[in-house]
């Protein structure tokens, strides 16, 4: 007996003669299709993102060995500046030539792909992401890290644009990510719901040891380095689904959960790279502080974010190009 007809057996015991009527009527496919509730993430299966994976693999004469996202603190909404255009040997994918992609929907930011050397290190870089609250379900947002996964890498850096919500947190600064609140998860929303495929990871992964403690420890070695230690922070991440910023309130009640920076990103992302068992580095660009009094009358804006961006570029760039170095170190030992 498949596991279909024991569902069905079991639900029979439970509910009585109407599932009793399904029994006889529908086959085990007929069943899963009109009874298991799932998210439509069983369209994007291994079979499809090997698809994608090797319409890249064919055109990329190198196989990278780390993914780094880039999100509005990395340059990823204006053309020149973003990390990705500062890779050696590029080879661009716009979005909407990769088989099975999304489409970017963000005004004015024409996303990519952007595969190249960083350092001598092999490297892609996503020039821009997905976001839910472009209409995106969180595991169509992550499913490029899947991608990348498939096309070689071990370690993913994760970069986002954040709300520091830490008094103790100034515009400019950057907030190691050291965990995350999935608060969307709380809500029964995650991008690992569906049906899951072994090939790509357990039903149930661990999260407590998300992102790397080591690669913590060097990222501050290497800030010091870098004379940045002023800047440099180690907190708690939350993602809400955007796209409105935050209420006064809503701001408070993220503050006592323990969250020290707010965003709209990441943390599918890095769900799906630990689902996969990549190495994860992730850091917030606090581009706004956030406003938990009602005196306050400014707003945030996407414009500021930008701003922030824009002025910290070329030190964000350096701490990266610092850490991919560290991390193929690491890896040749
Ligand atoms: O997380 P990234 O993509 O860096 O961008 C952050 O900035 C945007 C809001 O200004 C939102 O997309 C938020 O998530």
Known sequence: ????????????????????????????????????????????????????????????????????????GMGAYWNQGCLADALDGKIQFPYEVI?????????????ELVFGYLTGVPVVCMKGRFHYYEGYPLWKCAMPVRVMKLLGITHLIVSNAAGGLNPNFKVGDIMLVKDHINLMGFAGNNPLQGPNDDRFGPRFPPMNTAYSKELIIEAKKVAEELNMQDIIHEGVYTCLGGPNFETVAELKMLSMLGADTVGMSTVHEVITARHCDLTVFAFSLITNLCITNYKTASNPNHEEVIDVGKMRESVLQLFVQNIVTVIAKQANK
């Open 1 to 72: 007996m498949s596991k279909i007809s024991k569902i069905i057996d079991t639900a029979v015991k439970v509910n009585g003669s109407i599932d009793k009527k399904l029994r006889l009527d529908k086959t085990d496919e007929q069943f899963y299709e009109n009874h298991v509730v799932h998210t439509d993430n069983d369209k994007y299966t291994y079979e499809s993102l090997t698809e994608t994976a090797s319409f890249l693999r064919k055109q990329v004469p190198f196989k990278p060995v780390i993914g780094i996202i880039c999100g509005s």
């Open 99 to 111: 088989p099975h992609f999304p489409r970017s929907t963000v005004k004015g930011h024409v996303g």
